[in-house]
């Protein structure tokens, strides 16, 4: 049995754009430069004909990849958990063992994004976080060695700035 795929309705939001906009956007332009490409006669040599119909053959294949993706995941809408522990969706914020604080959001692999501060729940760090409250210290593997963090605040909301 599979196991299922949570996203955020913030990370599907995106998905589902992404869809969008190339289903109503971009696909129509490339058609249209396809076809003025077609009427301009012999396609084998049609440079222009040839690269549009490549371009549309990548998007064809992006609309396929996100529809089965959007298809195959459960919108998860984050909540509480009366622990005040660490589980799908809350902010985190973690020490380092040089006394670097970070704060993430636990999401679904299909929607990690580092520079957005978005941390996979099947990653290292975001699976020793999981069940975990403020004050836990966990270790997380890693291929350099394990590495100890401590877990220094659990919350709901997103932090300022953030």
Wanted: proline share 7%.
């Amino acid at each position: 049995m599979a196991r299922r795929r949570y996203i955020t309705p913030q990370g599907f939001a995106a998905l589902s754009g992404e869809h969008q906009e190339i289903w109503t956007v971009l696909r129509p332009r490339i058609v249209a430069e396809v076809q003025a490409a077609a009427a301009m006669g012999d396609r084998s040599e049609n440079a222009e004909y040839i690269y549009g119909k490549r371009k549309l053959r990548e998007l064809d294949r992006r609309l396929r990849f996100l529809s089965e993706k959007m298809d195959s995941l459960t919108v998860l809408e984050p909540a509480p958990h009366p622990s005040g522990r660490a589980y799908f969706g809350a902010w985190v914020t973690v020490e380092q063992e040089d006394g670097q604080e970070r704060t993430w959001r636990l999401v679904g692999p299909d929607e990690f994004d580092v520079a957005r501060r978005l941390l996979s729940i099947d990653s290292p760090l975001g699976r020793a976080l999981l069940g975990k409250g403020a004050g836990d210290v966990v270790v997380v593997p890693r291929p350099a060695g394990p590495v100890e963090v401590t877990l220094l605040a659990v919350s709901w909301t997103a932090p300022e700035g953030g």
